[in-house]
């Protein structure tokens, strides 16, 4: 599992006093209200940033950080991540995983049968959509709901699914 968790991506800049807009990569951007401090990932190192004040912009949120204050300090960091520490993610309800937990799990039948790895989840309006990398180089396509989903094992590394009918057509 990630230490560290992605909460949104440096997108430009606002204005000339050293404020970004950043793409919100959590379910819930109100929560950088809560943030004092996130962490930029520049590439080649981690970079601790205070955060000094928060607002909101359609969909996009704007971060002025402390010591930043014109647009050539913060304009390099463009499309850059910025994480914050597993620890102070939200709670999770059951049966909800944070995307990067489940990429990369190994995903099997309820008879056992190994279908593939976990590459993507596909976030829609109705229920989130799993892609499945199978053993054929094909993708396969699976709702995130209870019929189609069994079991996440994290530890282990594998979640059980009952396959659809219809989600095998190609």
Do not use: W
Not at 21 to 43: A, H, N
Not at 75 to 103: C, G, N
Not at 113 to 121: A, H, P, R, W, Y
């Amino acid at each position: 599992m990630e230490d560290m968790l992605r909460v949104g991506v440096i997108a430009s800049t606002h204005g000339v006093r050293g404020e970004v807009k950043v793409f919100p990569t959590t379910d819930d951007p109100s929560r950088f209200k809560q943030l004092k401090e996130v962490i930029l990932d520049t590439g080649k190192e981690h970079l601790p940033l205070e955060i000094q004040q928060v607002k909101f912009f359609k969909n996009m949120v704007i971060l002025k950080f402390k010591g930043y204050d014109n647009i050539n300090d913060i304009e390099k960091y463009k499309s850059k991540d910025l994480l914050i520490p597993r620890d102070q993610a939200v709670e999770l309800e059951p049966d909800e995983y944070f995307i990067t937990d489940l990429i990369g799990l190994e995903v099997r039948t309820e008879d056992g049968e190994i279908l593939g790895t976990m590459k993507d989840v596909l976030e829609t309006g109705a229920n989130d959509v799993y892609v499945v990398q199978m053993k054929d180089g094909k993708e396969l396509l699976l709702p995130a709901i209870g019929d189609c989903i069994l079991n996440v094992d994290l530890e282990q590394g594998v979640m059980t699914v009952h396959i659809l009918d219809g989600l095998m057509d190609l």
